[in-house]
């Protein structure tokens, strides 16, 4: 079992930047591939970055390419999210999500992730 917690959402200004971590329970952290995804109101869950066990790779949607930036900290159980150039379209609400046994890239485009954090908002203001 992992549980996910997600932490540094918030009302940023259009252009601004901001870190998003999820931090992870358990012991097999550096086993999974950690994903971020987001939603908006009346939206589907959309893909937004994520990085293999290892932290040696990673994959983008691109609306992000660019701008944000996935990375992984397996000694802290935690993966991160740094946002730069906020647009207004970012806003969302922001999930991290866990899975083993599959590649950044497979991540998204399976919606089969075994773990989810309960997930934290960012509001990008114009």
């Known amino acids: 079992q992992v549980q996910l917690v997600e932490s540094g959402g918030g009302l940023v200004q259009a252009g601004g930047s901001l870190r998003l971590s999820c931090a992870a329970s358990g012991r097999t952290f550096s086993t999974y591939v950690m994903g971020w995804f987001r939603q908006a109101p009346g939206k589907e869950r959309e893909f937004v970055a994520a990085i293999s066990a290892s932290g040696g790779g990673t994959y983008y949607d691109d609306s992000v390419k660019g701008r944000f930036t996935i990375s992984r900290d397996n000694a802290k159980n935690t993966v991160y999210l740094q946002m730069n150039t906020l647009k207004v379209e970012d806003t969302a609400a922001y999930y991290c999500?866990?899975?083993?046994?599959?590649?950044?890239?497979?991540?998204?485009?399976?919606?089969?992730?075994?773990?989810w954090g309960q997930g934290t908002q960012v509001t990008v203001s114009s």
């Open positions: 999500a866990a899975e083993r046994f599959t590649t950044p890239q497979l991540m998204s485009i399976r919606r089969t992730q075994d773990y």
